[in-house]
């Protein structure tokens, strides 16, 4: 049997490709290396799954994910963050804006978003094939011409979406089979790295402060004793260092330079100067007048956080707040602004939100993502080049450029 297009990969990029295919009528064939679709989109946002972010200026969205970004232009201006959500709106899954502007389903249950694509691909009558993994593609310097999988069974089609993301999550299924078949088949691909991850200190107090959440906290990266990027936002202590939205846009940023020799430092009070701070430091312990050290600091500091920040400074906490000498207080501000840690290094692919790299995007074409190179070929998601800061943004580029592929392989069946 030869189908009209084979898409390779269940994720939201796939299905969404292989639900527009089918729309329009192609014979589809959706393979899922796993034994159910959507496996790794369950568990994004917490489960709660971060649809889009709620910027509807298509060039504004672009820009958001750096220098690749343009290439979204065609793809955004086509089927952006307003037909997203009047998709999934229209296919059951009611949506509402939550800070910074990210777009979740109103259930807050991410299963919901997977059964609107579940419904979206039996409506438009694709053919899933499960436990269907893949071992190469056949084809030529102008096409390719089959699927063989693991099995050896050969399934052939006239065009191919390749949607299997990235390395990011390998226990859903992302291990990176895509940038081999593609290699082999003259692509080049921008080398995969982990991005969006937790940080690591060679610091150990941190492990007692697991759990914490910190909101608005200012972050500040050196390497050599000078300043190389900055950020503001919220954290999560983990028991070896730091996560959260503000660390994981960092390590995006970072994600290709040497993370040796780095050294960060957090600023508890970023709305403060140093002066501001003393003030307010000299206010508390006024107010405080004989209480003990300990409990002064509870009034401004988190009790989770007071008894590491005693240890750090020294001081005894059963000490009296009026018996603390400038110095000790100097110490004090010191540390709430410039707090330092030692960066032993990224966290890797199994804590990884996305992967940054992946087929190089001078090789596809934006208003059709068909590969340059072989005629039959489109991709899809984070197969490719491209990925965006936290809050909804990748998912985004997974639905606009799977729509654009799967719309652009039934095109072209007629004019063949």
Not at 120 to 130: A, Q
Not at 139 to 148: A, C, H, L, P, T
Request: net charge positive; with cysteine.
């Amino acid at each position: 049997m030869t189908y009209d297009v084979i898409i390779i990969g269940g994720g939201p990029a796939g299905m969404m490709a292989a639900g527009r295919a089918g729309e329009l009528g192609a014979r589809v064939l959706l393979l899922e290396k796993n034994n159910r679709l959507g496996v790794k989109l369950l568990i994004t946002g917490n489960g709660r799954c971060n649809i889009t972010n709620n910027i509807k200026d298509y060039k504004i969205m672009a820009a958001s994910l750096g220098k690749n970004g343009r290439f979204l232009f065609s793809a955004l201006s086509k089927f952006g963050v307003k037909e997203t959500v009047n998709f999934f709106e229209i296919h059951g899954t009611k949506t509402k804006v939550e800070k910074n502007n990210q777009v979740f389903p109103s259930s807050d249950r991410s299963l919901d978003v997977l059964n609107s694509l579940v419904e979206y691909l039996r409506t438009s009558k694709v053919e899933v094939g499960f436990n269907s993994s893949v071992k190469t593609l056949i084809g030529d310097d102008k096409k390719i011409k089959s699927v063989i999988l693991e099995n050896n069974q050969k399934l052939v089609a006239k065009k191919f979406i390749i949607c299997t993301g990235g390395k990011s999550y390998p226990v859903t299924g992302s291990t990176g089979d895509g940038y081999e078949w593609l290699k082999k088949l003259r692509h080049n691909i921008i080398t995969p790295c982990p991005s969006l991850v937790p940080i690591a200190f060679k610091e150990k107090c941190v492990s007692s402060l697991e759990g914490l959440s910190l909101s608005d906290i200012g972050i500040n990266i050196f390497r050599d004793n000078k300043s190389i990027i900055k950020q503001r936002g919220d954290v999560v202590f983990t028991n070896d260092g730091l996560s959260g939205p503000a660390v994981h846009e960092l390590s995006r940023l970072l994600a290709r330079q040497p993370s040796r020799m780095l050294k960060l430092e957090i600023d508890l009070y970023p709305e403060l100067d140093f002066k501001q701070l003393e003030q307010k430091v000299l206010a508390e312990f006024k107010q405080a007048n004989n209480k003990n050290f300990k409990n002064c600091l509870e009034n401004f500091l988190s009790p989770k956080l007071t008894p590491v920040i005693m240890g750090l400074l020294e001081i005894d906490g059963e000490k009296k707040v009026n018996l603390i000498d400038k110095l000790e207080r100097k110490k004090l501000i010191h540390l709430l602004k410039e707090w330092s840690f030692e960066v032993e290094g990224f966290k890797g692919y199994n804590r990884s939100m996305v992967t940054s790299g992946g087929v190089d995007l001078k090789e596809v074409d934006p208003k059709t993502m068909k590969s340059k190179l072989l005629d039959n070929l489109y991709l899809a998601g984070e197969i490719l080049d491209l990925d965006g800061p936290t809050g909804g943004y990748n998912l985004q580029v997974c639905w606009s450029t799977g729509y654009i592929a799967g719309q652009s392989a039934a095109d072209s069946l007629t004019k063949d």
